[in-house]
């Protein structure tokens, strides 16, 4: 695996957003930091939205879906807290650019999308910069990827309003999930930890906005 070189392109912008963004807001990580100076988020966007790829803010990405905030991204892949040795669950991998800082981290990512446009779009982008430990598969992520598991971290970037049981099977033991949990209006952040007693949870966010987990 290797990331083509794209930091002589809007290298300025990556620096910044890592300096203003994410070291001033609690993220520490230093692999998480580099990682996020190294992946070109322009690269996920449309053309007429590059110049605004390294804003402090969510984006549209099309069909009513949307990149997530940098900070965010860095907050939810600080948190799972990744081993180069882990296989990621990726559920929702929309336009692929938390897939593609997932795949710096970590040994496999299989990534789950159920618009076909989108996971067109990601494949290309991630083709582009040379990683070769992605799985993208066009499906429902609320059924995970079973024939897969055990997972050692799912990451599930849609809100549901119950923990789906189904993605909690497929985690092994001691493996992490980061899910946004409640209704629409009241999401809040949750890291689910799978131990030999069952389910530990915990709030890690207080606030967050998400898309719905849907089939489509």
């Known amino acids: 695996m290797a990331l083509v070189d794209y930091k002589n392109e809007m290298v300025l912008q990556r620096t910044q957003m890592v300096e203003k963004q994410l070291k001033s807001r609690s993220i520490t990580d230093p692999i998480v930091l580099h990682v996020m100076e190294l992946v070109p988020r322009h690269l996920f966007l449309e053309e007429g939205l590059g110049f605004r790829a390294y804003d402090d803010c969510p984006m549209p990405i099309g069909y009513g879906q949307f990149i997530s905030q940098p900070y965010m991204v860095a907050y939810m892949t600080q948190a799972l807290q990744l081993k180069r040795t882990d296989a990621v669950l990726e559920i929702g991998s929309g336009c692929g650019y938390q897939t593609a800082v997932l795949a710096l981290m970590a040994k496999q990512v299989l990534a789950i999308e159920i618009i076909p446009q989108l996971r067109e779009k990601s494949l290309t982008a991630l083709t582009k910069l040379g990683l070769n430990n992605v799985l993208l598969k066009l499906g429902d992520g609320r059924l995970g990827w079973p024939?897969?598991?055990?997972?050692?971290?799912?990451?599930?970037?849609?809100?549901?309003?119950?923990?789906?049981?189904?993605?909690?099977?497929?985690?092994?033991?001691?493996?992490?999930?980061?899910?946004?949990l409640g209704p629409e209006n009241n999401q809040k952040l949750v890291m689910i930890v799978k131990d030999e007693n069952g389910v530990q949870r915990r709030q890690i966010l207080e606030r967050c906005r998400f898309v719905p987990l849907v089939n489509g």
């Open 147 to 180: 024939e897969m598991a055990p997972f050692n971290a799912i990451l599930v970037a849609a809100y549901s309003e119950t923990l789906p049981k189904i993605l909690f099977d497929q985690l092994a033991v001691g493996g992490r999930m980061i899910i946004p």
